[in-house]
């Protein structure tokens, strides 16, 4: 019997604070006191960030025409089990190829329903110039490959199931055209569960019609 271990939970989301790292011309993060104890009785903070700052949420209507948003998306999706597939061995800035992941999951099988966490060790260089365009993306195969195993979300450690140089967004319309959401910018937590099965609770922000949201992404050890 399948038993979750609560007691060791994982945070896999990264910090929001200013200054943070973001997807190159997206809008920054900022965190502004606009309250204090000492002035006002109270601590009140004003925030400003994009709907993808952060370990984040995409919901399909991020590049499907009348794709649903994501505060459509049922509340019960956003806790599953999620199978972590270690990708680091790939050079950082390539596609991850179907091969790769059938490789790599020959031990821990694919299941309908799943979520699929890939490892690339970008979040471990989540604060370096040098991967800011040059992450560990999807291929466009591999994509339809998930799509054909009917999970329901692919995460990534990276900014971007792209590349940054796609003009044509494949990975983004394969997945979301595909019913699944997409979890991006994961922490390098992550690194603790390579090849592990997990329960995975992902809930965003509930932002009204919106395109995605920053998440808490919290892993639950199995035993």
């Not at 009348?66 to 049922?74: A, V």
């Not at 992941?101 to 370096?128: A, G, N, P, Y």
């Amino acid at each position: 019997m399948v038993k979750y271990l609560f007691e060791q939970i994982v945070d896999l989301s990264h910090e929001l604070d200013n200054g943070m790292p973001a997807y190159p011309g997206d809008t920054p993060t900022s965190l502004q006191a606009t309250a204090t104890l000492a002035k006002d009785g109270m601590n009140l903070t004003k925030v400003t960030l994009s709907s993808h700052a952060g370990t984040h949420i995409d919901a399909p209507s991020h590049f499907i025409e009348n794709g649903i948003t994501i505060d459509q998306i049922p509340a019960r999706f956003f806790v599953g089990e999620a199978v972590v597939v270690d990708v680091s061995d790939i050079p950082i800035g390539s596609g991850i190829p179907v091969e790769e992941i059938t490789r790599k999951t020959r031990q821990q099988e694919i299941k309908r329903d799943d979520i699929v966490l890939f490892f690339t060790r970008c979040s471990e260089l989540w604060s370096d110039p040098r991967v800011e365009k040059n992450f560990t993306f999807l291929s466009e195969a591999a994509a339809k490959y998930l799509v054909s195993k009917e999970v329901r979300a692919v995460g990534i450690d990276s900014f971007s199931v792209d590349s940054f140089d796609s003009t044509n967004f494949e990975a983004h319309k394969e997945l979301l055209g595909g019913g699944l959401f997409i979890i991006e910018s994961i922490g390098s937590t992550l690194k603790q569960f390579l090849g592990t099965r997990i329960l995975l609770i992902c809930p965003p922000l509930k932002f009204a019609s919106r395109d995605g949201a920053p998440c808490r992404c919290l892993a639950v050890p199995m035993s």
